[in-house]
């Protein structure tokens, strides 16, 4: 079978799909892997054909612009992008696309692959990462605010969707998605994000139904597949420096933003501050490490980039921005979980990870060193302990990718 395989995004949106190319060419299928630049090398790292859509300055660009991380101006940043990419992308698939053999597998952002499925019909397999892409009145709405309870009126709910699509989501891509279409001889579409986002061929979620029940008005197509956990070197030692740290002392808190923070300054200053508080040892992960100022205690490290595969089950604890690619590491090596969210998906994701037990969300402005220490003290109980226990339970040897 011939697969091309559209990924957008950051290294947490781009590794799953990673992930899923090695596995699709390991059982024996061809396949072409398309995104920006910048992941070229992770993608022959795997031995993966890879065909570049975006210049890698058009992904710095992106990861530093100063709102990406705003929580409300972040997602203008993001749509904008995906805007910039939709050409792009769409060229390399179109060129590489084979009449009758070709299969589209698709990621959330990845406009190209839906919009070359109506023009040269399919098949498509839209790939979701985490459930917010799935737009229901049969459960609690998550909000960065809080929730609109799952008693509440569907009518109530169903307006405010239709307020998030018309108002907030389609004035910043809808305009740049149909102007692109118009060229292509294709009608416009509107409320982007409750229907056309989803391939009418197959829809997959890459989480499972313990973290995210399958609703009635959900795509029918769609069907879970549970947590990619896709490493990029995870078979590879240890760095042995980060081996004799590990070995020097208890088991450290590892503090990670997000592989797209360029602004996480105050984050980890706030994170040094609270474990010297607490007694904590700490281990920073970030690969822009000009923004942890200065030479840290030898209680602390700083690493690029860490399998957390490999160093999660190692550690006391785990404070990520709520990245799903972060949290279900940290369900899978069973440690407590302090999320920061901070926009996207990152607030449900937090506040799923919370109702089962395993972790406390912090917002940014209760990311304080009293906070903290206060939320790791409370996730180091015998039923927090039990809680993750509970949820690394349901993980099998492997990943998802290979079911």
């Given at each position: ?50 065909v ?23 997602i ?8 910039r ?8 698939l179109?060129?590489r ?5 070709t ?8 406009l190209a ?20 892409v ?8 998550r ?29 910043m ?39 995210a ?19 990029a ?5 240890l ?7 590990l070995d ?39 690969r822009?490490?000009?923004q ?34 972060s ?15 901070i ?33 790791l ?12 226990r509970?949820v ?12």
């Open positions: 079978m011939h697969i091309l395989i559209a990924a957008v995004g950051s290294y947490g949106d781009v590794y799953p799909f990673v992930g899923l190319a090695a596995e699709l060419r390991n059982r024996g299928h061809e396949v072409v892997f398309c995104t920006n630049e910048h992941f070229r090398p992770a993608a022959e790292a795997e031995g993966l054909e890879f570049g859509a975006g210049s890698e300055a058009l992904y710095r660009e992106t990861v530093n612009h100063p709102d990406l991380w705003h929580p409300r101006r972040g203008r940043v993001v749509f904008g992008t995906v805007a990419y939709l050409p792009l992308s769409y060229e390399c179109k060129a696309y084979r009449e009758g053999e299969v589209l597998v698709g990621s959330t952002l990845s692959a839906r919009v070359l499925r109506e023009t040269h019909g399919g098949p498509l397999v839209t790939v979701h990462l985490a459930p917010n799935f737009h229901s009145v049969h459960e609690p709405m909000l960065p605010t809080g929730a609109i309870g799952a008693a509440a009126p569907a009518w109530l709910k169903r307006g405010f969707w239709w307020m998030v699509d018309r108002v907030a989501i389609d004035p891509i809808a305009p740049a998605l149909n102007e692109f279409r118009a060229t292509l001889g294709l009608a416009p579409v509107e409320r982007v994000f409750k229907d056309w986002i989803h391939s009418p061929d197959r829809v997959i979620g890459f989480f499972p139904d313990w973290f029940q399958p609703r009635p008005d959900w795509p029918k197509q769609a069907q879970l597949a549970g947590f990619p956990l896709y490493d070197a995870a078979h590879e030692p760095p042995d420096e980060l081996e004799a740290f020097a002392g208890a088991a450290p808190v590892l503090f990670a933003p997000g592989t797209a923070n360029a602004a996480a300054r105050e984050f980890f200053e706030t994170s040094l501050a609270a474990c010297e508080t607490a007694g904590r040892r700490a281990l920073f992960v970030s822009f490490g000009s942890i100022s200065g030479a840290l205690p030898d209680w602390a490290r700083h690493f690029d980039y860490l399998p957390f595969s490999a160093v999660l089950p190692r550690c006391s604890a785990f404070v990520s921005h709520g990245g799903i690619g949290i279900s590491q940290g369900f899978r090596a069973g440690v407590p979980q302090i999320v920061r969210p926009g996207f998906d990152q607030f449900e994701n937090g506040q799923r990870a919370e109702s089962l037990g395993v972790a406390r969300v912090l917002p940014v402005a209760k990311y304080r060193e009293a906070g903290i220490a206060a939320a003290e409370a996730l180091a109980t015998p039923e927090g302990a039990t809680a993750c509970r690394a339970a349901r993980f099998g040897e492997g990943s998802s990718l290979a079911e």
